[in-house]
């Protein structure tokens, strides 16, 4: 009976501790978790040049891999890569990479291309295959006052779409019938009209050489014969070992924001069951009722090109040659995809690890990087990878902004970190910053931050991320809102309707309220694979579950019918949704206005088309729904309504207020092999102390991720209520440093 005891008190202890692997890891991070950043070549490769460079990397930067960027020469002087790209001296040179690479067991990330964009080929695409380079979509407009007979020659170009319009009653003529050969005779009736040509023509912008039609699986197989099929004869067999990762950069719309495709047509025709051509004028201007409903046809279309062309040929290359493949497309974060990567969720369809790059400035784009991470939450990846720093001022990089930045990422979901970034020619460098050992200011904070990174990454890579509430990713919205060419249009990425707030409850979730929340694409949310049950939404993943007890439909206009059913059907059995902003009125479906104004009418009992009342309304269904209209969202309001309903994993009292915009104050929760796993980041220049209150009865130990210690927390406290457990202890953040939270299995 003894022994017995002894036994079992022996037992409960060891349930105490975590596991020696994990506490060894965490002291010891694994190479793999450690920052793989670019080495920029802007120079000329030596075999002695590449070792010390590694070799430096390694031991003074505690950097466990590389990402070979070869760089094209520019115009105004600065030097590329030498040996040319994917020559016999540039493999060469590749070899010694990858043999010093072998000797110091590091990495190596098969960068893709001769600079970026992706899809160059290092200028042999161009030179090659001219006829598979990007295409571009224009319009040629004639103004014509009727009656009278037209005549016309065709424009240079692939003609799409010919179609007439008066643009004061709106009245639209496809005019294919009226083709002789190259041109066009049309009898005009009474009125003004504007005679449009719709024509594919080969883009005529490119960063250093023509770049690939992304949107056509033909020209990127054309592409990858050129650069991935010859890395793979090459260092195949290194695939898998030395070169685990393969990396695409830039593939979408930047500078081209009317990229398009030869079978264009055909494709939108296969997804929407009309015929596009009468309705290419709403791409440029308002055509009635039906706009909103064929933008978001065309622009959907396009998406699905984009997803199913570059990304996922790269994917399966990936996958087949034993590979994770990463990389990004432009304005991953921006407030619209349209013009910049089509969808971000459908972009990352076949990508392994998503990525988001934190660049241009600390901060910039922080609110959309949820949409990276959201996106590899639904497709259940579990690495979420980072490009960060690049275009960072120089003067506002030093070591405790490397802190900052990749903290607030990881509290974002990131997980995997790409620094940009180490040059090869220190003095010509073009990007700032230099994050190197070469760098005097940084690097004697690299080895610990690589640590740092390695420490976070091991613990956060896989698993379930909590998160109680689904914001809805408004794609009809933005889709509706754009046109090409419009003088309002501020730059690439950001034309959005006054309504889309979305981004802007995104920082107050996560910055502010500090309630986790993942994006919901309203295209997937038809899916099975989220399952609707009694007040709660359920994404049903293999390994990143994530349970929803809160569905938020942020300022729109447009929105799917079937969405919102959905959406009502949740309502009825008990769910809470909460609108912040404009509530939709139009459908993203052909003709379906009214049945989107009834179904916003039952769920939230209130005229979605008033703009005179800034009261916030409730509406309650008797199985226990509540819906709740926020016309004018701020911290408080918000807060408010969603403390009345949830119970919150993490809380904070108090919840930090921050003095200053520089840094923030975050947290993620995930649970991996049955631990919780909390990192809470304080990226500010002030010490934050504060009750923390856990969903949950915790035994807990503390984890610093600057030192790699990890010792109990005794300071807890345990209580129920209304037969919900909690576990309460005080969390303090020095300036500039984070801390993870474990329970014991």
């Known amino acids: 009976m003894i022994a017995l005891l002894i036994t079992g008190i022996s037992c409960k202890k060891e349930k105490e501790k975590l596991s020696e692997k994990l506490v060894q890891n965490f002291k010891n991070p694994p190479n793999e978790f450690k920052p793989m950043p670019f080495w920029h070549i802007n120079g000329e490769l030596t075999t002695a040049g590449i070792k010390k460079q590694m070799t430096d990397a390694k031991e003074q930067a505690g950097f466990s891999g590389i990402s070979v960027l070869p760089l094209a020469p520019k115009k105004n002087g600065r030097p590329g890569t030498t040996p040319k790209f994917l020559s016999k001296k540039y493999l060469e040179r ?3 990479v990858l043999n010093t690479a072998e000797d110091l067991d590091m990495q190596v990330i098969l960068y893709d291309d001769n600079d970026f964009p992706s899809g160059m080929a290092g200028g042999k695409l161009g030179e090659l295959f001219p006829e598979h380079t990007m295409k571009r979509l ?13 005549t016309d020659r065709l424009p240079e170009g692939q003609l799409l779409a010919l179609v007439a319009m008066n643009p004061n009653t709106l009245e639209r003529i496809a005019l294919n019938e009226q083709l ?28 250093a050489f023509p770049v690939v039609d992304y949107l056509d699986t033909t020209a990127v197989r054309k592409m990858m014969s050129l650069t991935y099929d010859v890395h793979k004869e090459k260092f195949g067999s290194y ?13 979408g719309f930047w500078k081209h924001p009317r990229t398009w495709t030869g079978r264009f047509n055909e494709k939108f025709k296969e997804l929407n069951g009309y015929d596009p051509e009468p309705w290419y004028p709403a791409l440029w ?12 046809a065309f622009f959907k279309t396009r998406a699905e090109l984009l997803a199913e062309g570059f990304p996922k040929l790269v994917g399966e290359w990936a996958k087949e040659n034993g590979l994770k493949d990463t990389g990004h497309p432009p304005g991953n974060y921006d407030p619209t995809p349209i013009d910049m990567n089509a969808d971000i969720f459908k972009f990352f369809r076949h990508t392994s690890m998503p990525l988001t790059d934190a660049i241009i400035g600390y901060q910039f784009g922080q609110n959309g990087h949820k949409l990276i991470s959201s996106a590899a939450d639904y497709y259940d990846r579990p690495v979420v990878s980072t490009e960060i720093y690049g275009a960072y001022k120089e003067n506002t990089m030093d070591s405790l902004m490397l802190y900052r930045s990749v903290m607030d990422i990881f509290s974002r979901g990131v997980n995997f970190v790409v620094p940009h970034g180490l040059w090869y020619n220190l003095e010509q460098i073009y990007i700032s910053p230099l994050v190197s050992p070469y760098s005097e200011k940084l690097v004697a904070a690299l080895p610990a931050y690589s640590n740092f990174v390695g420490r976070a990454c091991m613990l956060l890579q896989g698993g379930k991320r909590v998160s109680n509430i689904g914001v809805f990713y408004p794609f009809e919205e933005l889709a509706g809102w754009y046109r090409f060419e419009d003088p ?11 309504e889309t707030n979305y981004l802007e409850i995104s920082g107050l ?11 919901i694409h309203p295209e997937f949310f038809l899916e099975d694979k989220y399952k609707i049950g009694k007040g709660s939404v359920v994404l049903n993943n293999e390994e990143n579950k994530q349970e929803y007890g809160t569905l938020i439909i942020t300022g729109s206009s447009v929105i799917s019918v079937k969405t919102l059913e959905k959406i009502k059907d949740y309502y009825e059995k008990g769910g809470f949704v909460v609108s912040t902003g404009q509530l939709p009125f139009k459908s993203s479906e052909m003709g379906q206005d009214e049945k989107v104004k009834a179904l916003i009418t039952e769920i939230f009992g209130k005229n979605q088309e008033s703009k005179d009342s800034s009261d916030i309304q409730t509406n309650n269904h008797a199985n226990g729904g509540t819906a709740i209209h926020i016309p004018n969202p701020n911290e408080e309001n918000l807060a408010e309504a969603l403390h009345a309903r949830i119970v919150e994993d993490v809380a ?35 010490t934050i102390k504060t009750e923390v209150t856990l969903k949950g009865k915790l035994e807990l130990y503390k984890a610093d991720p600057h030192n790699g210690n990890i010792e109990k927390i005794e300071n807890i406290s345990h209580f129920t209520i209304d037969n919900q457990e909690f576990t309460k202890s005080t969390l303090t953040l020095k300036p500039v440093s984070a801390s993870f939270w474990i329970s014991n299995n």
Do not use: C
């Not at 050969?181 to 005529?204: A, C, H, R």
């Open 509 to 519: 979730l996560t910055s502010n309220i500090r309630q986790d929340f993942t994006f």
């Open 285 to 296: 201007y308002h055509i009635g009722p039906e706009t909103e409903t064929v933008r978001n």
């Open 239 to 251: 695939f898998g070992n030395t070169i685990k990762k393969v990396f695409f950069d830039d593939v």
């Open 488 to 498: 309002e249009n501020p730059r690439q990425g950001f034309f959005i309707s006054p």
């Open 652 to 686: 904070f009292n108090p919840s930090p207020k921050l003095a200053t915009d520089m840094g923030k104050f975050s947290y993620i929760h995930k649970i991996k092999d049955g631990q919780d796993i909390y990192f809470f980041s304080n990226s500010s220049d002030e």
């Open 138 to 150: 224009d319009k040629v407009e004639k103004t014509i006052k009727g009656a009278q007979t037209f």
């Open 94 to 96: 590749y070899q010694d």
């Open 180 to 207: 002789n050969g190259n041109s066009i005779t049309w009898q005009v009736p009474e009125g003004d009209w504007k005679i449009m040509y719709f024509v594919l023509v080969k883009d005529s912008y490119h960063k």
